[in-house]
């Protein structure tokens, strides 16, 4: 890898030029290109996707199923429909699961608990994911004792004065990046992020988001665009670009060789080729939906958000063969982080 690149990279004057112009593009997707096939090689991992739950205790500004919002019908899965999906997921090749949800307190730490230990039980072999927010630091060590093995959350901006803006009084930027810590300590493959062109974002924050993030080493970034949802508050903001979060994507990998990047829905969601886009400027990681077609659409964390088509777990094989047009495979592997 260029160590000048890299190291040119951590400099905050360098990160502004390269985000505020399209100049640098070309060279920057194609040695994070580089950098990802010499980790992993044209392998792509794939992680089976299940919402298991839409109610959420908070207000985050920009998502379309904060608590505020009246328009979303809410569900959850029982522990039974979570089972069946895994079981789908398997069949279908995946070998890791990730359970996403809201922030709801249904699902109480020994509930969470109870269902790590299902699904370990019947596919001890696969990994799982958890992203299912803020809980304390016994919480998440009750989780990771009952075998799960990686812990999403973003982040979302590790500025005060931003975080402000996206969420409500009750939500503490503090608590979220003790969280994370907490994660990471207790040996979670832990996984912190944001979203590009969220409201009020600016080329400074997302520098110091680049540097947060270089700084906490994770074993997986998440980063997508924003995309406005029509019952928030946001609702007339700008999406994201797909071109700076492309940028964002190829410099972390070239920052972080190892680290699991994810090309994201949201990507794919703007684009029709994000997927794809993503890969190529270094994302080595896709995460198909395997959530039960009745409540799929219910999870509208923004408006649009595609679920049915190539990003669905079930048409895995036509997702397999536009992957392979742009030269990568996709592989039945856990794709656990390794240094
Ligand atoms: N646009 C894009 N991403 C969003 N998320 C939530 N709302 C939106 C939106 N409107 C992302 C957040 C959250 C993840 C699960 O989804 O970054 O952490």
């Known amino acids: 890898m260029d160590t000048l690149v890299h190291d040119a990279l951590l400099n905050k004057q360098n990160l502004k030029q390269i985000l505020s112009t399209d100049k640098y593009d070309e060279k920057l997707f194609e040695l994070a290109r580089?950098?990802?096939?010499?980790?992993?090689?044209?392998?792509?991992?794939?992680?089976?996707l299940i919402e298991f739950t839409n109610h959420c205790k908070n207000g985050c500004y920009y998502?379309?199923?904060?608590?505020?919002?009246?328009n979303v019908e809410r569900y959850r899965l029982s522990l039974d429909e979570i089972l069946e999906c895994c079981r789908k997921g398997?069949?279908?090749?995946?070998?890791?699961?990730?359970?996403?949800?809201?922030?709801?307190?249904?699902?109480?730490?020994?509930?969470?608990?109870?269902?790590?230990?299902a699904i370990k039980k019947e596919f001890p072999n696969h990994a799982l994911t958890l992203s299912i927010g803020e809980?304390?630091?016994?919480?998440?060590?009750?989780?990771?004792?009952?075998?799960?093995?990686?812990?999403?959350?973003?982040?979302?901006?590790?500025?005060?004065?931003?975080?402000?803006?996206?969420?409500?009084?009750?939500?503490?930027l503090f608590n979220r990046l003790n969280c994370l810590k907490n994660l990471k300590n207790i040996g979670f493959q832990t996984g912190c992020g944001i979203m590009v062109g969220s409201p009020y974002q600016t080329i400074d924050n997302i520098v110091d988001d680049i540097l947060y993030m270089y700084d906490f080493n994770p074993q997986m970034i998440g980063i997508g665009p924003f995309i406005a949802h029509k019952d928030t508050i946001f609702r007339d903001m700008p999406d994201g670009s797909v071109e700076m979060t492309l940028r964002i994507l190829a410099i972390m990998?070239?920052?972080?060789?190892?680290?699991?990047?994810?090309?994201?829905?949201?990507?794919?969601?703007?684009?029709?080729?994000?997927?794809?886009?993503?890969?190529?400027?270094?994302?080595?990681?896709?995460?198909?939906?395997?959530?039960?077609?009745?409540?799929?659409?219910?999870?509208?964390?923004?408006?649009?958000?595609?679920?049915?088509?190539?990003e669905a777990a079930e048409s895995i094989e036509k997702l397999k063969?536009?992957?392979?047009?742009?030269?990568?495979?996709?592989?039945s592997d856990r794709g656990d982080y390794k240094d």
């Open 63 to 70: 998502c379309g199923i904060n608590r505020e919002n009246n």
């Open 135 to 172: 809980r304390s630091y016994e919480a998440y060590k009750s989780f990771y004792d009952a075998g799960a093995d990686r812990y999403l959350l973003r982040h979302e901006t590790c500025t005060l004065e931003h975080y402000s803006k996206l969420h409500p009084d009750d939500m503490s």
């Open 34 to 48: 580089e950098t990802a096939l010499s980790v992993f090689g044209n392998r792509i991992y794939i992680r089976g």
């Open 321 to 331: 063969k536009s992957i392979s047009k742009i030269g990568y495979e996709l592989v």
């Open 253 to 310: 990998r070239i920052l972080l060789p190892h680290v699991l990047l994810p090309a994201t829905t949201a990507l794919g969601t703007l684009d029709k080729k994000g997927r794809e886009k993503g890969i190529l400027a270094g994302a080595n990681v896709l995460m198909p939906n395997l959530s039960p077609l009745k409540d799929r659409k219910k999870y509208s964390l923004y408006n649009n958000k595609i679920c049915t088509g190539e």
């Open 90 to 117: 398997d069949k279908l090749g995946f070998k890791t699961f990730v359970l996403q949800g809201g922030e709801d307190g249904y699902y109480s730490n020994a509930r969470v608990v109870e269902m790590i230990r």
